[in-house]
């Protein structure tokens, strides 16, 4: 990767000009309006034609049936099953303490105030199925759902000609999905928020796609709700001296087979280090079954950043503001308020970010592209909604009157001023 020594100020300008590189985006979006306006309009038709074309699959039937699931739950490994238990148990042990509880307040006297807090009825889960399987993103997609309360959790994937990855089926299977249905792509997203003859609608979609996905889910964005606009997979690794640079690379290596548009990064105060790490980084990669995409996601967004010193450091990677951060440092879980912008953070040599992505039990569906300024890893609260209420007696509203109607007539609201007087004619 390119080893980058500059002064922090020109490096933090790169990050902020930094624009997409996603090709054609404007073709995605018309694309996009295309397939969502003919799902609407037709329906079932419309989304097994698109499969037909882009999957080049021809479907019977969208829906998955619950004997094709069991089969290939009992033709699983069992060691894959053991790992997907493991990890139900890590992901629900996290999860569990995310949950808010409603509440009531009844401190003042005739004025009951409070705030509600109940599930999505229906929720949509997007799972890939294009150059790799992922069954983990099911468990992390799921089973904060499942215990916010969702009851109806629908699953999409698109159909493969050699059939559904059986481990993604099982995945299904233990975490509780309630449908599957083989679509995938916008008529997918298409799908979920708007319904089919087959598939009824949701209140909410979440899960990670590629661009046509990400694309058509923030078009249906104000139909239903979604997660975020996910984009290429990000880690960021701020690491020094006593840092072992075959294990840096690996990490980095980790998220930069995902996509030939995936952001490794070191941030370094030791010039050793990064030339070291890039050289091992070189010979890793060589290695690796996922080789030509990992190579490509080095070349077109990695880089190595030599800097002055660690602070130096948490100010670039907080203006880069990665999906992942690994903190590769002595006692690292002392920076932790050095960090402003991440979607999950790995603190210390052994936290490797693959430990994030399938056990630890935080969630690994997170914000890319910089947005991890403002939003946040998938969880509980996703699968909430909140009703504030409120109770007055006649007294308490009395007592309150007159500040009620004055507000009113200062922003012109006469309707409103009446309102409340006419409790008192």
Do not use: C, W
């Not at 150059?131 to 493969?160: C, D, E, F, H, W």
């Amino acid at each position: 990767m390119q080893i980058i020594e500059e002064p922090l100020e020109q490096m933090l300008k790169q990050v902020e000009i930094r624009t997409s590189k996603v090709a054609n985006r404007e073709e995605v979006e018309k694309s996009v309006r295309e397939i969502i306006a003919n799902v609407i309009q037709n329906g079932d038709q419309a989304v097994k034609d698109y499969e037909k074309k882009f999957d080049r699959v021809e479907l019977d039937s969208l829906a998955v049936t619950q004997a094709e699931i069991e089969a290939a739950y009992n033709d699983t490994d069992q060691s894959v099953i053991d790992a997907l238990e493991l990890a139900k148990k890590n992901i629900t042990s996290f999860h569990k303490m995310e949950v808010e509880d409603s509440f009531v307040d009844a401190k003042q006297k005739g004025v009951i105030r409070g705030e509600k807090i109940a599930p999505l009825a229906a929720v949509g889960v997007y799972v890939p199925g294009g150059t790799a399987a992922y069954p983990s993103s099911i468990l992390m997609n799921v089973i904060p759902a499942k215990i916010a309360g969702v009851k109806r959790v629908v699953m999409v994937t698109p159909p493969q000609t050699d059939g559904l990855n059986k481990a993604v089926l099982a995945a299904a299977k233990i975490a509780g999905v309630d449908e599957i249905y083989t679509v995938g792509g916008a008529q997918a997203i298409a799908s979920l928020a708007y319904g089919t003859e087959t598939i009824p609608r949701v209140d909410k979609i979440t899960g990670p796609g590629n661009a046509y996905v990400a694309t058509a889910k923030k078009q249906v964005f104000g139909q239903v709700d979604i997660d975020m606009i996910a984009g290429p997979s990000e880690i960021g690794v701020i690491a020094s001296k006593p840092a072992v640079p075959s294990q840096v690379a690996a990490d980095l290596l980790s998220q930069a087979e995902h996509d030939k548009l995936a952001r490794p990064i070191l941030v370094t105060d030791d010039k050793e280090l990064a030339i070291n790490v890039n050289a091992e980084l070189d010979r890793q990669v060589k290695l690796l079954p996922r080789q030509e995409i990992a190579q490509a996601a080095m070349d077109n967004e990695g880089f190595i950043a030599v800097v002055k010193d660690i602070d130096d450091a948490f100010t670039l990677m907080n203006a880069v503001a990665p999906e992942h951060l690994e903190v590769q440092l002595p006692d690292a879980i002392s920076y932790l308020n050095q960090i402003q912008n991440a979607g999950s953070v790995f603190l210390g040599f052994s936290a490797s970010e693959p430990v994030g992505d399938y056990i630890a039990g935080p969630n690994h569906i997170l914000p890319t592209g910089g947005t991890a300024r403002f939003f946040s890893p998938l969880g509980v609260q996703d699968f909430v909604k909140r009703t504030q209420f409120v109770s007055y007696t006649r007294p308490a509203l009395k007592k309150e009157a007159e500040a009620i109607t004055t507000l009113a007539r200062v922003e012109g609201l006469e309707a409103h001023a009446r309102a409340i007087e006419s409790r008192f004619d």
